[in-house]
């Protein structure tokens, strides 16, 4: 849930981005759009976000997003589920649906010549599902399965008390999935209602890549999304942090102890930003150089893996890290955390650990660009992070921009290790 991680959307660059043309398409009704071409292969890719996701569940109703996504693709209009499924697959369409915690995702894939028929289908499946009881029934056990295996799952556990601590009442403060209980309980009066709320047209972010031009992609736009409902359910406010400094432990009978740690993280429009993301790669990325993986793993094996990453969701922010160990080797794991911690909010990064890291995230960025799914995927995350549509083409430069004064400024202000708080899954000894 709380995992839209910062890190994962910034790596989208690209260095081949000066080459993609994007275009902002606004269709008749009112609906925005951006748009790259390419016409070499006879498909497109779209994509769709509508921003709320499952924060928009009320307490006693959680888990009523996540479901109700769920069942988008299990019949709609005139089609029952192994109908809607059959003509989905006659057309060689893909439409993938998703719930997180600050949106609902389509994914779509299309051929040329089938983009009529592709569009008239998933226009059934957004606007009018037909949430059949039994498909209710068959898909809440699903959900039901997946909670009953969470609860004896260590990660699980240990994100769910991380994300408990930090936010309480607040929607981040619990699972999207929803609780044994509340899922038992929603009834197909609450899966209709959320559907009302949460696929409105005032909370629309849209994509597309691929065989496709502007004249073509706003008409399509109003056909597809124009009867959904004007306004959806209000979003959830700011969370207030409430996470302390320390430690929580959470016995639990496992060989492997699950250790998640973090504290407050920082805004991704503020100035300090990319000093922040060149100091989390350095640090907690996931390569082998990085300064957690070094120390943790492989001077001192207490770990197969370590990472940290900044966390960026719409109405808070945290900077995390996790990783697992046995249980007698947690303690001496967290106290080389805390001293690494404490290192780089004194120390900042080397010369070359500021030169590496930003050869790796600029030269890496263009890899991002691989094709029309992932560019669809890419521009809509831009999107609804206010991105401005020129990014891709300046992002390596506001990244050679850092310099070592930031880097040194930037890691005293966001690393804060008399802040961190610790929670652990297993049965640790010496803690």
């Known amino acids: 849930?709380?995992?839209?991680?910062?890190?994962?959307?910034?790596?989208?660059?690209?260095?081949?981005?000066?080459?993609?043309?994007?275009?902002?398409?606004?269709?008749?009704?009112?609906?925005?759009?951006?748009?790259?071409?390419?016409?070499?292969?006879?498909?497109?890719?779209?994509?769709i976000q509508f921003r709320g996701g499952t924060s928009l569940d009320a307490p006693e109703k959680r888990g009523a997003v996540n479901l109700m996504t769920a069942l988008l693709e299990e019949g709609a209009a005139d089609l029952d589920?192994?109908?809607?499924?059959?003509?989905?697959?006659?057309?060689?369409?893909?439409f993938t649906f998703d719930s997180g915690t600050d949106s609902v995702g389509v994914s779509v894939r299309f051929l040329t010549e089938n983009r009529d028929e592709a569009v008239?289908?998933?226009?059934?499946?957004?606007?009018?599902?037909?949430?059949?009881?039994?498909?209710?029934?068959?898909?809440?056990e699903q959900v039901l399965s997946n909670l009953r295996s969470n609860e004896k799952d260590p990660d699980t556990l240990a994100a769910n008390a991380f994300d408990a601590l930090a936010?309480?009442?607040?929607?981040?403060?619990?699972?999207?999935?929803g609780t044994i209980d509340t899922v038992t309980k929603l009834t197909r009066d609450d899966i209709l209602a959320a559907h009302q709320g949460a696929l409105a047209r005032d909370r629309i972010y849209v994509s597309a890549a691929g065989d496709i031009t502007a004249e073509e992609l706003g008409p399509l736009l109003d056909t597809l999304l124009g009867d959904l409902p004007a306004t959806g359910t209000p979003l959830p406010p700011k969370a207030d942090l409430l996470l302390p400094p320390g430690q929580t432990v959470i016995d639990f009978p496992t060989p492997q102890a699950s250790v998640l740690f973090g504290h407050v993280g920082i805004p991704?429009?503020?100035?300090?930003?990319?000093?922040?993301?060149?100091?989390?790669?350095?640090?907690?990325?996931?390569?082998?150089?990085?300064?957690?993986?070094?120390?943790?793993?492989?001077?001192?094996?207490?770990?197969?893996?370590i990472g940290s990453y900044l966390v960026g969701m719409d109405q808070a922010e945290l900077f995390m890290g996790q990783f697992s160990a046995s249980n007698d080797k947690v303690a001496e794991a967290i106290a080389v955390v805390q001293a690494e911690w404490a290192r780089i909010a004194t120390e900042g990064l080397t010369e070359q650990e500021l030169a590496d890291t930003k050869t790796y995230l600029?030269?890496?960025?263009?890899?991002?660009?691989?094709?029309?799914?992932?560019?669809?995927?890419?521009?809509?995350?831009?999107?609804?992070?206010?991105?401005?549509?020129?990014?891709?083409?300046?992002?390596?430069?506001?990244?050679e921009a850092v310099t070592m004064d930031d880097i040194k400024r930037v890691a005293?202000?966001?690393?804060?290790?008399?802040?961190?708080?610790?929670?652990?899954?297993?049965?640790?000894?010496?803690?």
């Open 81 to 94: 589920s192994r109908a809607f499924a059959e003509a989905r697959d006659a057309l060689a369409a893909d």
């Open 362 to 399: 600029t030269g890496s960025y263009p890899l991002r660009f691989d094709g029309n799914g992932r560019i669809a995927n890419i521009l809509v995350g831009m999107q609804m992070d206010d991105m401005p549509i020129d990014y891709a083409a300046t992002r390596n430069a506001k990244i």
């Open 268 to 305: 991704r429009d503020d100035p300090d930003f990319f000093a922040a993301f060149i100091l989390n790669e350095a640090f907690g990325g996931g390569r082998f150089t990085a300064r957690l993986m070094s120390e943790v793993r492989e001077k001192r094996g207490l770990t197969y893996g």
């Open 120 to 140: 008239t289908l998933l226009r059934k499946a957004l606007v009018e599902p037909r949430f059949d009881q039994d498909a209710i029934d068959r898909v809440r």
């Open 167 to 177: 936010f309480g009442s607040h929607p981040y403060g619990s699972t999207g999935d």
């Open 1 to 47: 849930m709380i995992r839209a991680v910062f890190a994962a959307f910034l790596a989208l660059t690209l260095p081949a981005y000066a080459e993609i043309q994007i275009k902002e398409v606004v269709s008749p009704g009112g609906i925005t759009a951006w748009l790259v071409e390419d016409h070499n292969i006879p498909f497109t890719a779209l994509e």
């Open 412 to 431: 005293q202000r966001i690393f804060l290790p008399e802040a961190l708080h610790f929670v652990i899954v297993g049965q640790p000894t010496g803690l």
